[in-house]
């Protein structure tokens, strides 16, 4: 079974700080991909980026900053120098299923507040 | 462009009454989703498809009832509804690509889902 492990229930800190969720994930399967997903207050979920179990290359994009470790089974985000706009809570998930990619796996989510 | 819209937004329903939620999106993709979200638990997978004409069970389908008779909707019934039943519940889709899904989901607004 996979299974998607965000400990982190709530973190806040102060704007212009950097902050890491965590995300750690246990599959069986040799192929996989992570995600990560952000809901703002609105409510709508939004996605954010797409990793595959072969890519273990670190990702940034702007302040964002991905770090996959299959070592560790870990897909950890950073966010740098953060926003108040960055206030949401953010899903880590993990693809699978008897096709393949066809379903996502969710955590529990870490609610970020940033603090003005 | 619309996206993926699900309606109602929200609803109050008594124990054992019925309803269905629909969703429709417009972007032509061949997965379709709906998760449900409760505090603490994150997301779970109720019912997908991976086409027209095809469903297929989730983590959580018990008492849950899906149709796909359209590519671009995607039905969820409550057949006698559950206090426990009481969530905020997403529609998503995503495309296929190169025979998989590409994880990237879109997701509607959700609908919530009070029963009483």
């Known amino acids: 079974a996979q299974k998607v492990t965000q400990a982190q229930t709530e973190i806040s800190v102060v704007e212009k700080e950097d902050v890491t969720l965590d995300c750690v994930y246990e599959t069986r399967d040799t192929t996989y991909y992570l995600f990560w997903y952000k809901q703002p207050p609105s409510g709508e979920l939004v996605f954010l980026i797409r990793r595959n179990s072969f890519d273990e290359q670190n990702e940034i994009s702007g302040r964002y900053s991905w770090n996959f470790q299959k070592s560790t089974s870990s897909f950890n985000f950073t966010i740098t120098a953060s926003q108040v706009v960055d206030s949401a809570v953010y899903f880590c998930a993990l693809s699978g299923g008897p096709f393949g990619n066809e379903k996502l796996t969710f955590g529990t989510g870490t609610r970020l507040t940033i603090i003005p | ?116």
Not at chain 2, 12 to 20: F, W
Not at chain 2, 47 to 61: D, I, L, Q
Not at chain 2, 62 to 74: A, P
Not at chain 2, 84 to 102: H, I, N, P
Request: charged share 20%.
């Open chain 2, 1 to 116: 462009n619309a996206g993926v819209t699900q309606t109602p937004k929200f609803r109050v329903l008594k124990t054992g009454q019925s309803m269905t939620l629909l969703c429709a999106q417009d972007m032509n993709h061949e997965y379709m989703y709906w998760y449900r979200q409760d505090p603490g638990m994150g997301l779970r997978l109720i019912h997908y498809s991976v086409g027209e004409g095809t469903t297929a069970k989730g983590e959580v389908p018990d008492g849950y009832n899906v149709s796909r008779l359209k590519k671009q909707n995607f039905l969820l019934g409550l057949e006698s509804a559950a206090p426990s039943q009481t969530s905020v519940y997403f529609c998503a889709s995503s495309r296929r690509l190169a025979g998989l899904s590409t994880g990237e989901l879109f997701f509607g607004e959700g609908s919530r889902l009070t029963v009483l």
